[in-house]
């Protein structure tokens, strides 16, 4: 997934797109339920302890048997498998075609401004923030998802084309935000990746590296990604799962979130995430990066 020494990926298309497909689809059937509590977390505006937990976590199903509680974790699945495999395909197999198009056309000016190294690393994170950015346009079913897992009775048994119709460029709602948080949240995720294989594990062809590189060296990305982005995604998610006819801006939800929760607030389902971050890395992007390189033997 990565580039070879030379800077530029030779892996094919095809091969990108089905080693990330597959990347996203095992850790959606993992990693959903952790993903809604985060979510659920992030949306909850009164002050989280032992007692009121489980009814922000489990919402209606907080006192049924744990297989109910378990399946509660499941809302908007099928919306969650159209934008995580659309969007780990996007991400994962779309950051190398950026990164071959710096390499190709500004290799030199990265290198002469910040030497033969740092150049290479930079050019791998803003590759992955300009990957970030175009994100937005998967925004419509991140918002349906988020929806779903939150607040499901916007959908008022709507099917989603007639959601798709009806709602229009609502769907893109908070995209401004998306791409603020997207932009460094990517650059982070692939500097501090490349970062961590090429000067600490001193790995020049990421595409050779092994499992366990692979592994610290997405620890080191998504933690770095996720507090970085943090403080926005919780914005843009409250944005996100209001009510399609409640529209609410950006700078309305952070001034409403500071004044009666407090800066820390900001930074809301961060430790369920940070937790996941280990294993969610080994299935999505440790496992893009040993499946793509598989897949372009054959295809």
């Known amino acids: 997934m990565s580039p070879a020494p030379s800077g530029r990926s030779s892996d094919s298309g095809a091969a990108r797109i089905l080693g990330s497909g597959a990347s996203g689809v095992a850790e959606l059937l993992v990693?959903?339920?952790?993903?809604?509590?985060?979510?659920?977390?992030?949306?909850n505006k009164a002050k989280v302890s032992f007692s009121n937990l489980g009814p922000i976590i489990f919402r209606d199903q907080a006192s049924a048997t744990l297989l109910k509680k378990s399946l509660s974790l499941f809302p908007g699945l099928g919306y969650a498998a159209g934008y995580k495999v659309a969007q780990r395909v996007y991400k994962f197999g779309g950051q190398?075609?950026?990164?071959?198009?710096?390499?190709?056309?500004?290799?030199?000016?990265?290198?002469?401004?910040f030497g033969e190294k740092k150049g290479k690393l930079l050019m791998q994170a803003t590759a992955g923030?300009?990957?970030?950015?175009?994100?937005?346009?998967?925004?419509?079913?991140d918002v349906l998802k988020i929806k779903r897992q939150v607040n499901p009775e916007t959908f008022r048994g709507r099917g989603v084309f007639r959601i798709i119709a009806e709602e229009g460029t609502t769907l893109y709602r908070g995209w401004g935000w998306t791409m603020a948080r997207n932009a460094p949240g990517s650059f982070a995720l692939f500097g501090a990746s490349a970062f961590t294989k090429d000067v600490i594990l001193g790995v020049?062809?990421?595409s050779k590296a092994t499992w366990v590189q692979n592994f610290f060296a997405s620890i080191a990305g998504a933690?770095?990604?996720?507090?970085?982005?943090?403080?926005?995604?919780?914005?843009?998610?409250?944005?996100?799962?209001?009510?399609?006819?409640?529209?609410?801006?950006?700078?309305?939800?952070?001034?409403?979130?500071l004044k009666n929760e407090g800066p820390?607030?900001?930074f809301k389902g961060l430790t369920p995430k940070i937790l996941v971050v280990g294993p969610k890395l080994v299935f999505s992007y440790t496992l893009a990066q040993s499946l793509i390189p598989l897949f372009g033997k054959y295809v």
Not at 96 to 111: A, E, G, K
Request: hydrophobic share 45%; glycine share 4%.
């Open 204 to 206: 020049e062809d990421y």
């Open 129 to 141: 923030s300009m990957t970030g950015i175009g994100e937005v346009l998967l925004l419509p079913l």
């Open 96 to 113: 190398p075609y950026f990164n071959d198009i710096l390499v190709s056309h500004y290799r030199s000016q990265f290198t002469n401004t």
């Open 223 to 257: 933690v770095t990604s996720i507090t970085v982005a943090a403080p926005l995604d919780v914005v843009k998610t409250r944005i996100q799962n209001a009510n399609f006819e409640h529209k609410v801006s950006g700078v309305t939800v952070l001034r409403e979130l």
């Open 31 to 43: 990693f959903h339920p952790v993903d809604t509590i985060a979510k659920r977390l992030m949306s």
């Open 264 to 266: 820390l607030a900001l």
